[in-house]
């Protein structure tokens, strides 16, 4: 059912240790099966020097979560943003179909990770809404 990068992934996770001394972190669960992860992540002139997370969940959960770190860290908080779940589906090899949705909890911590770095970055404001549909005056 999984292949060897999956299980490797998943029996020796990388990065899996709560991060006292975040910058910011972020927590997403999948409503339908109670799982969830929470990133955090260490920023230093905009490049993601060190990222980790805690995981309640599957095997796949696991190992998702463990390929994110990877494929985060050291990227900038741009390029972080980019990665997607079909990217890390595609770096551990293929999901199994039925078990596709657990690469959304790593990615998504990922997101409200950089999400609450951004808001605390910006003095705990939330960026101004702009209206693009607005015409200029
Ligand atoms: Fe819940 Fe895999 S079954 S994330």
Request: glycine share 8%.
């Amino acid at each position: 059912m999984y292949n060897d990068k999956i299980m490797e992934h998943f029996m020796c996770p990388q990065n899996a240790y709560y991060m006292q001394d975040s910058d910011a972190e972020g927590e997403y669960g999948d409503e339908g099966c109670g799982d969830k992860v929470i990133c955090y992540i260490k920023v230093r002139d905009n490049v993601l020097v060190e990222v980790s997370y805690l995981v309640y969940g599957c095997a796949t959960s696991i190992a998702c979560a463990s390929m994110m770190s990877v494929m985060a860290k050291g990227k900038t908080i741009e390029e972080a943003s980019k990665i997607t779940e079909q990217m890390v589906d595609d770096a551990l090899g293929g999901l199994p179909p039925l078990k596709k949705h657990c690469s959304n909890l790593g990615v998504g911590a990922l997101k409200y990770a950089i999400a609450d770095y951004n808001y605390r970055t910006n003095n705990y404001k939330p960026k101004p809404y702009i209206d693009t549909n607005k015409k200029q005056l």
